[in-house]
């Protein structure tokens, strides 16, 4: 009895930590979808693509997956499902431009980036027009043009994960992508992470926590009182 009693004493401040840990981990996304700045990736410089923000737009290029994260879900300690994070590296020219490079090897500004897909359905488009493009790249389709792609994406910029070996897997891509004539200058520094920042999402969290850690603190201060309280009356 006193175990459940202590375990149910410690409760509030279980509230307060989870709450706090929720609104700082969603002040960031609060923050970006506040400022209402949406990055369209057509219209902007590989230099756009160096911070956190909104994004949008088309691509009509698309490379790998170069790596797959593979994630278990458990259930009472038993894994019941699991589910893929696909890496790809993605273009942000539109067809002309590429166009006007591959006929007249023009100087054109094309930059390319990480995208990470969880999405199965969008994972199936991208890994066929990433098959598209490689029988292009080595001369093995039946078509001497450009693939004609265009999938529209809807996400945000984050931090391009420093793991080891999501590192090498990366620059193993780069150096195959390379012989393409694609440099490292031309690549974006941040990762664009598929789906959408809504208003649910950028608020449910950060007001959410608030308002779970102001529970705690209510609770927490109840709870004060009434110990006080009783043990007042016991004198």
Not at 99 to 124: C, G, P, T
């Amino acid at each position: 009895m006193s175990r459940i009693k202590s375990t149910i004493s410690a409760l509030p401040l279980v509230f307060v930590i989870l709450g706090v840990a929720m609104a700082i981990g969603g002040f960031k996304n609060f923050t970006i979808f506040m400022s209402g700045n949406v990055v369209n990736i057509n219209e902007s410089t590989v230099s756009d693509f160096d911070k956190e923000a909104m994004a949008e737009g088309n691509i009509t290029f698309v490379y790998g997956p170069f790596a797959v994260l593979e994630t278990s879900h458990k259930t009472y300690g038993i894994t019941t499902s699991t589910s893929e994070t696909n890496y790809y590296i993605v273009g942000n020219f539109d067809q002309k431009t590429y166009q006007k490079y591959f006929e007249d090897e023009e100087e054109v500004d094309m930059s390319y980036m990480i995208l990470q897909v969880s999405d199965e359905a969008l994972q199936k488009r991208l890994d066929s027009a990433a098959k598209e493009w490689i029988s292009f790249l080595t001369y093995t389709g039946n078509s001497d043009m450009p693939p004609q792609v265009s999938i529209n994406i809807k996400g945000m910029f984050i931090k391009t994960s420093d793991d080891v070996e999501f590192e090498e897997y990366y620059q193993d891509a780069r150096e195959d992508l390379e012989n393409v004539g694609i440099s490292a200058s031309q690549y974006a520094k941040m990762t664009l992470r598929n789906g959408e920042l809504t208003a649910a999402r950028a608020y449910g969290t950060f007001f959410g926590g608030i308002g779970l850690a102001v529970l705690g603190i209510v609770i927490l201060i109840i709870c004060i009182r009434i110990r006080k309280k009783n043990a007042a009356a016991q004198w």
